[in-house]
């Protein structure tokens, strides 16, 4: 067996392998040249193991170990780092420390989504961009109608709205703006639509993936995603500080997203926004909400429920004084925490 620590950049990327039978141990770098790497690890007799530290350009090698039939772990970059006492640091001893953590047993694996999976979110996230997109255009259209005294909100976006705001005087370049900006968002319109129906048929086709037991509870949720406070307690004192922002950024500002969408629908969540908003602020406000939202939705993924059932035993569990992060106040009942 021959165990592979590498480590991965955009040009290159420089191992260390041992041989198990042998005990010998290669050190060399790949270049990314033609099919340098293909040909490296097809060669290869088997089995081979890989450790490879998580990166944001790694999945073109995920895929390629899938290809080639080869295991290949992906460690917790943090975890990594704390396992090397030097202060030493360059790729040799990077795929060296890699390749002792995977000889030893020690190596940090992550979970890690399936190729299914990442095409998935490729889907979530071009919808997501092109939804930003739009925002920006709305924003210029928000500004051209404030600054010719045309204050319509959200109605801007209506037909009404629309007509309107073309019917505005405006100088030679600034109509030219205007409509160039409307057309633009008729467009985006458009194809933000597809891909929501895309998601949506993507969603009502995996009845499966409505179900989780990844999360012990609530809090580790959370934690997971990374809208908990960071922790610095020694000898009895706590210290709280901001967000630790250790999870998935893009989940964390689609919680956030849902979360305003959600305030707006259900009337226990906008009572508990509103407290949180006169008692901590916007910011902070907007954080409890998706957190609550979140938590919400894993235990419905969880139990495979609705959102009606789900009240319903929010309602019953403080009732019996056991409410909890996520569930919801009776409209009699205690107030949530």
């Known amino acids: 067996m021959r165990i592979i620590g590498v480590d991965l950049h955009t040009r290159q990327q420089t191992i260390a392998m041992l041989d198990m039978k042998t005990g010998e141990v290669v050190e060399k770098t790949l270049q990314y040249e033609g099919e340098n790497v293909r040909e490296f690890y097809a060669a290869l007799p088997g089995p081979v193991r890989v450790g490879i530290e998580a990166t944001g350009s790694m999945h073109w090698f995920l895929n390629l170990m899938e290809e080639l039939r080869i295991d290949c772990q992906v460690g917790h970059p943090a975890k990594i780092r704390t396992a090397?006492?030097?202060?030493?640091?360059h790729d040799r001893r990077d795929a060296a420390l890699l390749l002792k953590l995977l000889a030893e047993d020690r190596f940090p694996s992550i979970w890690m989504p399936s190729t299914e999976q990442r095409d998935l979110r490729a889907l979530l996230l071009h919808r997501h961009q092109w939804v930003?997109?739009?925002?920006?255009?709305?924003?210029?259209?928000?500004?051209?109608?404030?600054?010719?005294?045309?204050?319509?909100?959200?109605?801007?976006?209506?037909?009404?709205?629309?007509?309107?705001?073309?019917?505005?005087?405006?100088?030679?370049?600034?109509a030219r703006r205007r409509t160039e900006l409307q057309t633009l968002h008729r467009q985006l319109n458009e194809r933000i639509e597809e891909l929501h129906e895309q998601v949506r048929e993507q969603a009502l086709q995996r009845p499966g993936a409505q179900h989780t037991a990844r999360f012990g509870n609530?809090?580790?949720?959370?934690?997971?995603?990374?809208?908990?406070?960071?922790?610095?307690?020694?000898?009895?004192?706590?210290?709280?500080?901001?967000?630790?922002?250790?999870?998935?950024?893009?989940?964390?500002?689609l919680w956030g997203e849902a979360a305003m969408h959600a305030v707006r629908k259900d009337p226990n969540l906008k009572r508990f926004y509103r407290r949180k908003l006169i008692q901590k602020g916007l910011g902070k406000a907007r954080m409890a909400a998706a957190r609550k939202l979140g938590i919400r939705l894993w235990i419905m993924l969880r139990d495979q429920i609705d959102y009606e059932e789900f009240c319903r035993r929010g309602q019953m569990r403080q009732k019996n004084g056991g409410a909890y992060a996520g569930i919801p106040e009776s409209d009699t009942g205690p107030a949530e925490q």
Do not use: C, D
């Open 84 to 89: 090397e006492t030097r202060k030493q640091k």
């Open 132 to 174: 930003r997109m739009r925002t920006i255009v709305q924003n210029s259209l928000q500004a051209i109608a404030l600054s010719n005294g045309l204050r319509r909100g959200s109605s801007l976006w209506s037909q009404g709205g629309q007509h309107t705001i073309e019917s505005l005087p405006l100088a030679q370049f600034a």
């Open 218 to 253: 609530g809090k580790a949720l959370a934690s997971y995603v990374g809208m908990i406070p960071s922790e610095y307690s020694s000898a009895g004192r706590q210290r709280l500080g901001a967000l630790s922002k250790q999870g998935n950024s893009f989940l964390r500002f």
